[in-house]
């Protein structure tokens, strides 16, 4: 199985009211728990590489070798697309080259004009390789590798600008941020997505930051034409809590606990665990 564009299967989920998790990976403990909770719930998946977790596995080209090598021996037959997150224009051109089968280019920073010049050029880019592309409207909230957004709520008119370029799926801020949401956050604004719905027609929605968003608000989202729900912070805090718990127990001290085989496998586990409960929210399963 190789891999496939995210566009086939965000509009099949926009046709099947569910979304499709993206689930950004970080190594190889990341890459292969959510390949493995993929399969075995039978599940379309995105798999998101920020530009900062490229670096820190070496390159682009690393992470597309260490994902179709992991496919095949893994023997992953749902679909599974590798999607540039948050790519910057010259990030775009690099995971292109380096076999990534999704780009999502955020040229929400940009004046709008430049946003719209950018994103047609990668758009006929992409589409003429067969790979699929996530373009960004008003900036998400909070900071994801160095990437600040203020949480800025999309204008629709925008939207339909980027829209009508023929991007496979759109990002738009309504008020979600990532990282961990605070206390006095006020919650997704769905009368911008009504709205966005609305003027954007049938093009698969995105919400960043899913880590988080109560689940009747993420249902409701869904049931607005979201059919793409990102999911990052969530697995991270999983892993961090089962590996500290393992440690704070002294299991690395006993016998050879600190096998880094040993060390990882409660983190992941625990990452296995929190997709799995997301792919069930999403209403994925079974859809591959």
């Keep these: 199985m190789s891999l496939v564009s995210a566009a086939e299967m965000t509009k099949k989920a926009l046709a099947g009211k569910?979304?499709?998790g993206q689930f950004n990976i970080n190594n190889l403990e990341w890459t292969k728990s959510i390949l493995l909770t993929a399969q075995e719930l039978k599940s379309p998946v995105i798999l998101g590489v920020s530009e900062g977790a490229g670096k820190y596995m070496t390159g682009y080209k690393t992470v597309t070798a260490m994902v179709k090598a992991m496919i095949e021996e893994l023997g992953i037959t749902v679909p599974v697309a590798l999607h540039l997150d948050h790519g910057s224009y010259e990030g775009a051109y690099k995971a292109i080259e380096a076999g990534f089968s999704s780009i999502m280019f955020d040229g929400s920073h940009y004046?709008?004009?430049?946003?719209?010049a950018k994103t047609k050029e990668l758009v006929e880019k992409t589409h003429s390789m067969g790979l699929s592309l996530e373009a960004e409207v008003g900036a998400i909230g909070g900071e994801e590798d160095g990437v600040i957004g203020g949480g800025e709520v999309a204008d629709?008119?925008?939207c339909k600008r980027i829209a009508d370029l023929g991007v496979d799926i759109l990002a738009a801020g309504i008020g979600n941020i990532h990282?961990?949401?605070?206390?006095?956050?006020?919650?997704?604004?769905?009368d911008v997505l009504a709205k966005i719905k609305e003027i954007v027609g049938d093009k698969p929605l995105?919400?960043?930051?899913?880590?988080?968003?109560?689940e009747d608000q993420i249902k409701k989202a869904i049931s607005l034409g979201v059919s793409k729900i990102n999911v990052n912070t969530e697995c991270q805090l999983s892993f961090a809590a089962a590996t500290r718990k393992y440690i704070e127990e002294g299991k690395d001290k006993q016998g050879k606990g600190f096998d880094p085989r040993k060390l990882l496998a409660p983190g992941a586990e625990a990452i296995k665990e929190t997709v799995r409960e997301k792919i069930a929210l999403f209403g994925s399963a079974n859809k591959a």
């Design 18 to 20: 569910y979304a499709v």
């Design 111 to 116: 004046p709008i004009e430049e946003n719209v």
């Design 156 to 158: 629709p008119a925008e």
């Design 179 to 190: 990282g961990v949401y605070p206390a006095n956050w006020q919650g997704l604004r769905f």
């Design 206 to 214: 995105v919400l960043h930051g899913g880590t988080g968003i109560p």
